[in-house]
């Protein structure tokens, strides 16, 4: 059985940092929201992935 170690920390950003994360963090959401979309848009045309 393996030993997990967990560490905590924050970032502190200077305000020009923490603009440019949150606009990285909205650029990956859109990013994801989109490639769901098509997901879901190909689902209802297609047959569903089957993962063995």
Do not use: K
């Not at 200077?14 to 909205?26: D, E, I, K, T």
């Amino acid at each position: 059985m393996g030993r997990y170690t967990a560490f905590r920390f924050t970032v502190d950003a200077s305000p020009r940092q923490a603009v440019m994360l949150a606009r990285h963090a909205g650029a990956a959401r859109f990013a994801y929201n989109q490639c769901l979309r098509l997901r879901t848009r190909l689902g209802a045309i297609t047959a569903p992935l089957r993962v063995a």
